[in-house]
């Protein structure tokens, strides 16, 4: 069964870090299958969603696909709300915001499958709206939907343990017109943090077993090495395809997680 666990969190991190999102969606339940208690797991996610995000930074800054600037506007709702997410996270029953969650996650995989249009960078000044420049991209971030969209972002996935990368991404690339690359990048300096800021939530509250977490967030984080050279290798429309069907898989992982805890299966 370790072994067996290892790999498995091996190859999510790999896939995960591919497309700029953290997987949480999928360890959690991977965790609580061997045995482990449901809040602990999910501090475990946060610990491995960290270290992988941080690995597979490191590459995607090196190669410039990193835009820091779109990153540290848009995240720091995110990860205030994490925290706060994740302190609270113990208090709670976590099975109906699972369902909510699925939910959305089908609605932004079914909406990353259908072709992006174009987005309008707009040449005039308009309050609430950021027009961005990185590298040779230009595109205009809509703050008055950006902001609050990582706020809410921020407090489930601090709750349910997972990054927030499945929404980062759609709005990233539908709503602001940033490339796929640079979204993938971007969202992998944002997963760090807001992965950060739930696992202190997490320790806070008294959820944290090192002796489970430590090791796999170390094979996780070979798994974001490993995930982000490969994603360099390929192309964007490949990359919004392997982002739309992880999400609608993690959508129907969560949900039937959600179902089986419900009904009260062992190790839930």
């Known amino acids: 069964m370790v072994f067996l666990t290892i790999a ?18 999928f360890y959690v ?13 999910a501090t475990t996610a946060q610990l491995i ?8 930074m490191l590459i995607y800054g090196k190669h410039r696909t990193v835009d820091w600037k779109l990153a540290l506007v848009i995240d720091p709702p995110t ?15 976590g099975d109906a915001l699972k369902y909510l969650f699925a939910g959305l996650l089908i609605f932004a995989g079914f ?19 950021w027009k961005r420049a990185f590298g040779e991209h230009k595109y ?3 703050l008055w939907l950006a902001l609050p969209v990582t706020t809410c972002t921020g407090l489930v996935a601090g709750m349910v343990g997972i990054s927030g990368g499945s929404f980062k991404i759609p709005l ?19 997963v760090a943090a807001t992965a950060l800021t739930g696992f202190i939530g997490h320790v806070i509250g008294g959820d944290f077993n090192p002796s489970r977490a430590v090791p796999l967030a170390a094979v996780a984080a070979v798994g974001g090495l490993v995930g982000s050279r ?13 982002f739309a069907y992880t999400t609608l898989a993690a959508a129907a992982f969560m949900a039937v997680n959600a179902l089986l805890s419900g009904r009260g299966m062992p190790g839930q």
Do not use: W
Request: proline share 3%; hydrophobic share 50%.
């Open 172 to 190: 990233m690339v539908l709503a602001c017109g940033v490339p796929m690359r640079i979204a993938v990048g971007t969202s992998s300096a944002m």
């Open 29 to 41: 339940p991977v965790l609580v299958a061997t045995g482990i208690q449901v809040h602990q797991a």
């Open 79 to 93: 990860d205030i709300m994490a925290l706060v997410g994740g302190y609270f996270a113990h208090r709670m029953s």
């Open 140 to 142: 205009t971030v809509n």
């Open 8 to 25: 498995v969190v091996f190859a999510i991190s790999v896939l995960m870090s591919m497309v700029g999102r953290g997987g949480g969606n």
């Open 230 to 242: 490969l994603s360099l290798k390929t192309d964007q429309k490949g990359l919004k395809k392997i």
């Open 111 to 129: 909406f990353m499958l259908k072709p992006a249009k174009e987005q309008r960078y707009l040449k005039e000044t308009r309050f609430g709206y």
């Open 49 to 56: 969603l960290f270290t992988t995000a941080v690995c597979a």
